[in-house]
Structure formats: structure tokens, C-alpha cells
């Protein structure tokens, strides 16, 4: 039993490495899709008229606001911790 578990785990190890080989190489396009959609957010709530700009609309946009900033912070961090 413990070869099939031992295989198993390699298996995994691989795929996950493979995962994030591919994650890495993607992390511009995730990035230019956050920037984007925040962007898209900024631009509906900005269009809306400031009577139908209510306080959850706002709150929501800030929220995704900060998200978006701690993410790519946290990448940031990251790419010069292990470089």
C-alpha cells in the first residue's frame, strides 16, 4: 500500500507544480484582468446619477478597491521575497 500511496503524492507534486508553473506565467493576464474589472466597476458606478449612488454601491466599490490593492501588494511582496 505504501508504494501506491507514494506514487500518489508524486502524482500530485507534479500536477501541482505543473499548476504553478502556469499560474506564474498567467500572472500578467490576471492582473490586467483585475485592473480591468475595477476599472468597468469605477466607470458604472461614476455613470450611475449620484442620487442612485447609495451607500452599499459605494461600500461594495471600496471593498473591491482595497481587495484589489492587497492583492497586488501581496504579489508584490511575494515576487521580491523570492526572487
Not at 499548476?19 to 480591468?36: D, H, I, K, T
Not at 476599472?39 to 452599499?56: M, Q
Amino acid at each position: 500500500m505504501l508504494p501506491q500511496v507514494l506514487v500518489g503524492l508524486g502524482l500530485f507534486s507534479l500536477v501541482s507544480a505543473g499548476c504553478l508553473f502556469w499560474l506564474e506565467r498567467f500572472q500578467p493576464l490576471f492582473l490586467a484582468v483585475s485592473v480591468g474589472s475595477l476599472a468597468y466597476e469605477g466607470w458604472i458606478v461614476h455613470a450611475r446619477p449620484p442620487i442612485r449612488r447609495t451607500w452599499g454601491i459605494k461600500s461594495i466599490f471600496v471593498v473591491s478597491l482595497v481587495l484589489n490593492v492587497l492583492l497586488v501588494g501581496s504579489w508584490i511582496v511575494l515576487w521580491f521575497r523570492y526572487r
